[in-house]
T-cell receptor
Framework: KQEVTQIPAALSVPEGENLVLNCSFT??????LQWFRQDPGKGLTSLLL?????REQTSGRLNASLDKSSGRSTLYIAASQPGDSATYLC?????????FGSGTKLNVKP | EADIYQTPRYLVIGTGKKITLECSQT?????MYWYQQDPGMELHLIHY???????EKGDLSSESTVSRIRTEHFPLTLESARPSHTSQYLC??????????????FGPGTRLTVL
């Protein structure tokens, strides 16, 4: 069974810092990997999806990379802002069954 | 903006009651999912559907049941609610965008409390 781990569990940074969130998975036979954002009491918002044949995806200040062979993905957030404060989740898609990590809770201080 | 809806958003109910959590999407997605999430914990897949009249159990055992009679509707039912069912329930759907693979879209969730 796929296991997804996210490190760190929590992160607090001052506004303007660049930061990296890490996601690792045990089964490299994934269809894709998605990064989500979850605000308190709300559902998840999709940020980036990386297909298994891709190495990275970019959207604005966000860049996600995927290394299937090592079972790792990273989410890079440039020039962090207080509005980026949320929990960030990664999910590995093993052919239509999604496995989530427990998330990294990010706090960006003004 | 994804169009996936869940009702109710919050539900407090007594033990033994039957409840149905509603989930609807207007994107015409074939695939729909139910997840359970306890506070600060990861999401666990409890049910999924690949289309009308198709339902499967996820990896986390659940006493709930689901049905998929229409593409846009994927309700979850608990015949007899218990305090152990207290959790947040998230519904999601996914489909293909051109030739690219599926992106999951989530509803806002239903926070269930069973007294």
């Amino acid at each position: 069974k796929q296991e997804v781990t996210q490190i760190p569990a929590a992160l607090s940074v001052p506004e303007g810092e660049n930061l990296v969130l890490n996601c690792s998975f045990t089964d490299s036979a994934i269809y894709n990997l998605q990064w989500f954002r979850q605000d308190p009491g709300k559902g998840l918002t999709s940020l980036l999806l990386i297909q298994s044949s891709q190495r990275e995806q970019t959207s604005g200040r966000l860049n996600a990379s995927l290394d299937k062979s090592s079972g790792r993905s990273t989410l890079y957030i440039a020039a962090s802002q207080p509005g980026d404060s949320a929990t960030y989740l990664c999910a590995a898609d093993n052919f239509n069954k999604f496995y989530f990590g427990s998330g990294t809770k990010l706090n960006v201080k003004p | 903006e994804a169009d996936i809806y869940q009702t109710p958003r919050y539900l407090v109910i007594g033990t033994g009651k039957k409840i149905t959590l509603e989930c609807s999407q207007t994107m015409g997605h074939d695939k729909m999912y139910w997840y359970q999430q306890d506070p600060g914990m990861e999401l666990h897949l409890i049910h999924y559907s690949y289309g009308v009249n198709s339902t499967e159990k996820g990896d986390l055992s659940s006493e709930s049941t689901v049905s998929r009679i229409r593409t846009e509707h994927f309700p979850l039912t608990l015949e007899s609610a218990r305090p152990s069912h207290t959790s947040q329930y998230l519904c999601a759907s996914s489909g293909m965008t051109g030739t690219s693979t599926d992106t999951q879209y989530f509803g806002p969730g239903t926070r269930l409390t069973v007294l």
